[in-house]
């Protein structure tokens, strides 16, 4: 007769180190959210918009690999920036096959709203703290983009 229990060599979901970043991937979205929403903007959204005040005019396709989007998740999120007024989006007169991005006058203005979004304190992490946590998980996902890509 099998026994419905799971077996005490399993490991449990808590066990996984995907589990834990995913779930504290949910949890930012949700210590996030009330100020996103003040904003009017998604997570996604409001990542693209850092990513270009941190580099203004840039191609879809660098703004992408910044961002970690593939092309066609990306570009809704900037059609849906460029109607709201905070984004603009042509083709680079030097090579037409490229589509440049840019804030506008009020993409920059976001940056006056949204330059209070530090949740720091809300991660409980001390600053020491924080900053070997955001490295670690940087490496960590260095480790893993660079593991698929030896596989490919």
């Known amino acids: 007769m099998k026994s419905t229990e799971p077996s005490s060599c399993a490991p449990s979901l808590s066990d996984f180190l ?12 949700k210590a996030y959210k009330p100020i996103l929403e003040e904003l ?7 990542i693209t918009i850092i990513a270009l005040w941190e580099e203004d005019d840039q191609t879809v396709g660098r703004l992408g690999e910044k961002l970690f989007l593939e092309s066609n998740t990306l570009t ?4 849906k920036l ?13 090579d037409e096959r490229q589509v440049r991005v840019s804030l506008t006058r009020e993409g ?3 940056r006056e709203k949204g330059g209070k979004m530090d949740l720091v304190a809300a991660t409980g992490l001390k600053a020491a703290e924080f900053v070997k946590v955001q490295k670690a998980i940087v490496t960590l996902r260095e480790n ?5 890509n030896e596989t490919a």
Do not use: H
């Open 108 to 110: 920059r203005r976001l």
């Open 40 to 46: 009017g903007l998604t997570y996604t959204q409001y």
């Open 144 to 148: 893993l983009i660079r593991s698929v």
């Open 18 to 29: 995907c589990f834990a970043v995913y779930s504290a991937n949910l949890a930012f979205g």
């Open 82 to 94: 460029e109607a709201m007024g905070y984004v603009q989006r042509q083709r680079d007169p030097a």
């Open 76 to 79: 809704p999120i900037l059609k």
